[in-house]
């Protein structure tokens, strides 16, 4: 096997695996208008199925800006035997790290949101807040997706 190959490999497995996330994160996006059209048994089951997949997603988050450093390191190596010179994030790597902020936060609404409901207490606004800071991750997933297709023509 090539050591360009494996760069190519090395270089390709973030976005690859981010754009997998982001097309689940669009589809869990899509509960808010799909919620209102569902009722008793159908509308629990989908609840359920909502919240599990905000738990891998969120899950799955991590794991990927961590898939990122260990490329960024792994392509350090190939390049120049040294890990650690493509660590200091430019302006995709901060854009994911905002992103993958705003993703624990939106997950951590999403529980707090359940808690609330399965208590009793009043739950709308954090509901709310939930969806709306979905839709900024959402613009800045895209925005981070954008950077990083114009970062990776850099590096390619």
Not at 112 to 126: P, Y
Request: glycine share 10%.
């Amino acid at each position: 096997m090539s050591v360009d190959f494996v760069r190519l490999a090395v270089i390709i497995s973030h976005p690859l695996a981010a754009l997998l996330l982001i097309w689940l994160f669009f589809r869990q996006k899509a509960w808010r208008g799909k919620s209102s059209l569902m009722r008793g048994e159908e509308r629990s089951t989908a609840l359920v199925e909502h919240e599990s997949m905000g738990d891998r997603i969120a899950i799955a988050s991590v794991s990927i800006v961590g898939l990122a450093f260990a490329s960024n390191a792994a392509r350090g190596i190939i390049d120049h035997g040294d890990a650690s010179i493509y660590m200091v994030p430019g302006l995709h790597g901060a854009t994911g790290l905002i992103g993958l902020s705003l993703m624990i936060y939106v997950w951590n609404l999403g529980r707090k949101t359940k808690s609330q409901k399965d208590s009793g207490e009043r739950f709308a606004r954090t509901k709310e807040v939930h969806g709306r800071i979905s839709d900024v991750v959402g613009v800045l997933a895209l925005l981070h997706a954008f950077l990083g297709f114009l970062y990776l023509l850099s590096i390619l």
